[in-house]
């Protein structure tokens, strides 16, 4: 997975890349009242726009990629300055609140991940290969705490083809998430000229006796 992922980047290959915020991020984000100082993890984050959305309603952001291509495209859309430094493994650039750590996102220790809030997933778990999801929604709950909020916007492939993005159907969501978070949906789209059809939820992780 790794070595496809970084061919895409080096290629060109990122349809799944947006010119602007995700609707559903600007549409929902501000219901689940996340207070505007909480840091919010986005795992396999690429370059996206969700990360400057989500820092100028007031949030640090920590964004995971393990492209070094997708971060420098990030930093190089602002003529504002870079600060750089390693942290147990991980190659960081921070600009302004962004964060982005350069790396594999299953290598993020809880420790490392202590002050995180809350979370944004619209292009990781759909990125993932099914025998990876699984490793992927544990690793996740590790890394929130209690009570903490995230937004997931997943995909279907309604005439069943193939990945990557893949399609993750509704009932793996629930199958994936649901004995370490609250799991809810928001909304299931129409199938677009790709035949994929995108649904939003959101993930509240449960407590301990939940």
């Known amino acids: 997975m790794n070595t ?5 980047w080096q290629e060109g290959r990122i349809g799944f890349h947006l010119q602007h915020p995700h609707p559903a991020l600007t549409r929902y984000w501000p219901e689940l009242n996340v207070a505007p100082d909480t840091k919010v993890l986005v795992p396999l984050c690429g ?5 400057r959305w989500l820092a100028d309603v007031g949030h640090p952001v920590l964004g995971i990629e393990l492209a070094p291509e997708a971060i420098d495209q990030f930093l190089a859309e602002r003529e ?9 493994g991980f190659e960081v650039s ?6 982005l750590w350069c790396g594999d996102f299953f290598h993020l220790h809880i420790q490392q991940a202590a002050e995180i809030g809350a979370f944004y997933d619209r292009a990781s778990l759909i990125a993932l290969p ?5 490793r992927y929604a544990f690793h996740l709950a590790q890394l929130v705490p209690p009570a903490a909020k995230g937004l997931l916007v997943s995909l279907e492939h309604v005439d069943n083809g193939a990945g990557p993005p893949y ?7 629930e199958r994936l998430f649901a004995a370490n978070f609250q799991v809810t949906l928001l909304e299931r789209g129409e199938p677009d000229e790709r035949g994929c059809r995108e649904s939003v939820w959101t993930l509240e992780r449960r407590g301990p006796r939940q």
């Open 47 to 51: 370059k996206s726009l969700d990360m």
């Open 4 to 8: 496809s992922w970084r061919a895409r």
């Open 80 to 88: 504002v300055a870079v600060a750089r430094y390693t942290q147990a």
């Open 167 to 173: 399609s993750v159907p509704a009932i793996e969501i």
């Open 94 to 99: 921070r600009q302004g609140s962004v964060e």
């Open 130 to 134: 099914p025998a990876t999801r699984e």
